[in-house]
Structure formats: C-alpha cells, structure tokens
C-alpha cells in the first residue's frame, strides 16, 4: 500500500486548519445573524438561521463560502489591527 504524503504546511495561509463550522461560528459570534444577513445576503443567515443549515448551504454554493471566506479573513486582520493599536497606545 502507499501512504498518503504529509500534508503540506502552510504557515502564510490563514485559513489553513480552520473548518467551516469554526468560522461561520465566530462571524456570528462577532456580528450575530442579522448584521451577517446584511454583509452576506443569504437565506440561510436571514431566515431562521443556524449553524447547521448555514454549514449545509455554504457546503453546496462555493460563491457563498467564499463571501464567508473573504469576511472571516477581514474579521482576522480587524481584530489584529485593533491588538496592535492596544498595544503601541500603552
């Protein structure tokens, strides 16, 4: 038998390791479903939202995960700007 290569690391790629369910999580934790219904105009985030049925939408429409993509990676470089912000102010 042949073993499956290592993957391969991908320490520029910030979304590298990070699953779906982790970052529709976290983009509703930060704006909750209805300011994310508004940055993302999806059914699945205005109409009786949940993780499941957005995991499940998102799942199927590559144009829609990409829109969640591109928010979660602004959401990241927001909070790291404002981190650097706090810092150099002290």
Same mark, same amino acid.
């Not at 320490?11 to 390791?17: A, D, I, K």
């Not at 995960?65 to 993509?69: A, D, L, S, Y």
């Given at each position: 038998m042949h073993e499956?290569?290592?993957p391969i690391a991908q320490?520029?790629?910030?979304?590298?390791?990070v699953t779906l369910e982790?970052? !529709?999580r976290s983009l509703e934790a930060r704006y909750g479903w209805a300011d994310l219904?508004?940055?993302i105009p999806v059914r699945c985030f205005s109409h009786d939202p949940s993780v499941k049925s957005s995991l499940k939408f998102l799942r199927k429409t590559p144009w829609a995960?990409?829109? !969640?993509?591109g928010l979660y990676l602004f959401m990241l470089r927001e909070e790291k700007r404002m981190r650097r912000s706090l810092t150099e102010s002290r």
């Open positions: 499956a290569p290592p320490p520029r790629n910030p979304l590298h390791g982790t970052m !529709v219904a508004q940055r995960r990409e829109k !969640v993509e």
